[in-house]
């Protein structure tokens, strides 16, 4: 026989019967513990299986940054040896023209372009180097356009100033070839030493002198240089320019920078048309390209610097 406010359990028997209102309470909190339960299946398994377009643009954005970012390290590293190696120059050419230690250049940073602060999002990583990339560049023309105020202001009633312009009118700088040094010789495959710089250019090119002087020696088809001029400019610079088609100075005349003298040619031991462009100081043979920087901008300089030097072969 059932008891009054009783409900028998086949467990537990007889047992004390539950509120009504407690029975609908119970029954909507199991009710939404388990909606809670079934949504957070339902997303896992959304997300898991079905991508956003949001999530499919980030996805393709992560993969694009993966891929072009070892090529951005690569630049940066060109770009930082680049700049060091212009600083290195930048001494070289004001001990060899100034005979002192080129300005300090502290205030300007040459650290890496990318960013190392890990607050940085992947979104912002290319704008933080195009900025640090453009700070590089304001610098090395800052340091172009210091050189050319130098130059400008300097008068020659008061300095004699070394030979600092392009030999070549119109000169394609990707024209460069091997500077001074040990170079292979194309005649006899061998190192050899090389005291100039070989500059590439058609036959009849115009050449011009590189710094005001006096023309000392000419000379038509002598031996392996063939036809040579040689200018005197001061201070112990003179100047060489050598395998000429055409002279178009004699010995004892003044010439100005940028006077045509000659045209290029194959006169002499020479492999291809090229001028022959040798800087002396004294009798010791300086790198022409440290004297160049005044006559090019800070680019056409660096792609010059980097042919210069990577040449192993002379054309003569």
């Known amino acids: 026989m059932a008891r009054r406010n009783y409900e028998y359990d086949e467990n537990y028997g007889f047992r004390k019967e539950r509120h009504p209102v407690v029975r609908v309470l119970l029954t909507g909190i199991w009710w939404f513990l388990g909606s809670i339960v079934l949504a957070c299946v339902y997303h896992l398994l959304v997300s898991l299986v079905w991508n956003t377009p949001e999530d499919r643009r980030l996805f393709h954005e992560n993969r694009l940054y993966e891929k072009n970012y070892p090529a951005l390290r690569a630049r940066e590293k060109m770009l930082r040896e680049t700049v060091r190696d212009l600083e290195r120059r930048d001494d070289e050419i004001y001990l060899a023209v100034f005979n002192t230690s080129a300005p300090s250049m502290s205030d300007i940073s040459y650290g890496s372009i990318l960013p190392d602060d890990e607050n940085i999002g992947a979104e912002d990583i290319f704008g933080h180097i195009a900025k640090r990339i453009t700070r590089i560049e304001s610098s090395m023309d800052a340091v172009e356009d210091n050189f050319r105020r130098i130059f400008e202001r300097c008068s020659r009633d008061y300095y004699t100033l070394p030979p600092m312009t392009l030999p070549l009118e119109n000169f394609n700088v990707a024209r460069t070839g091997a500077s001074t040094g040990s170079k292979i010789s194309p005649f006899f495959k061998v190192a050899m030493s090389h005291d100039g710089i ?119």
């Open 198 to 316: 070989d500059l590439i250019a058609p036959v009849g090119t115009p050449v011009v002198a590189a710094g005001s002087g006096v023309v000392v020696r000419t000379a038509r088809a002598s031996g392996t240089d063939g036809n040579i001029i040689v200018i005197d400019h001061g201070n112990g610079y003179t100047t060489r320019y050598a395998h000429l088609s055409e002279i178009r100075v004699s010995s004892g005349s003044k010439v100005r920078a940028g006077d045509r003298i000659g045209t290029v040619g194959t006169s002499g031991k020479s492999f291809a048309p090229h001028l022959h462009y040798s800087v002396y100081h004294g009798k010791e043979p300086c790198d022409p390209v440290n004297y160049f920087f005044a006559s090019v901008d800070p680019q056409e300089y660096a792609t010059m610097l980097i042919l210069s030097s990577s040449t192993g072969q002379a054309m003569d």
